[in-house]
C-alpha cells in the first residue's frame, strides 16, 4: 500500500486538487443547481473518506486547495482540469499500485458523475428537466476520456 508519505508536498497537493477540479468542471458546464452540485460534492468526498481505506481514503480526507483566481475564467476551466489530471495520474503511475491507480480513476468519476445527477436541468420547480444536461454530460465524456486515457 501505497502511503501519503511516499509524495512530495507538489506531488500530494496535485493528487488532492484533481478530482475537485474534474468536480468543479462538471459544476461549470451548466449554470443552475450550483448549491446542490457542492453539497452532494461534500458527501462524496465524505463517503469516499468513510468507505476507503489506504490512499484514496488520505486524499479524500485532504481538503484541496484550489487557487481560485485560476477559476474566474470558466472556459479555462476544461483545459485546467485536463491537465491537473493528466500530472495527478503520472504521479500515481509512477507512485501507487494499479489497484490504487484503478481506484483513483474510479473515484475522480464517481465524483463528477455524483456532482452531474445532483440537480435536475431545465424543468420548472422540479418537474421535468433533465438528470444530466448535454453541457454536463459532455463534461463527463472529456473527464472519462482523459482519465481512462
Known amino acids: 500500500m501505497t502511503e501519503k508519505a511516499a ?14 477540479l474534474a468536480a468543479l468542471r462538471v459544476i461549470a458546464a451548466d449554470r ?20 476507503g481505506s489506504g490512499l484514496l481514503a488520505e486524499i479524500a480526507a485532504t481538503p484541496p486547495q484550489i487557487d481560485r483566481s485560476e477559476l474566474k475564467d470558466r472556459e479555462a476551466i476544461p483545459q485546467r482540469t485536463e491537465q491537473s489530471l493528466r500530472e495527478a495520474l503520472s504521479i500515481l503511475e509512477g507512485k501507487a499500485t494499479p489497484e490504487e491507480l484503478e481506484a483513483y480513476r474510479a473515484f475522480v468519476l464517481k465524483l463528477a458523475d455524483t456532482v452531474a445527477h445532483a440537480h435536475k436541468e431545465g424543468g420548472f420547480l422540479g418537474i421535468g428537466g433533465k438528470e444530466v444536461s448535454e453541457s454536463e454530460q459532455t463534461a463527463l465524456d472529456e473527464l472519462a476520456a482523459v482519465v481512462n486515457g
Open 32 to 51: 443552475g443547481g450550483t448549491i446542490r452540485e457542492s453539497l452532494s460534492l461534500g458527501r462524496a468526498y465524505t463517503e469516499a473518506r468513510d468507505e
Open 7 to 20: 509524495f512530495n508536498a507538489e506531488e500530494w497537493s496535485q493528487l488532492v486538487e484533481a478530482p475537485a
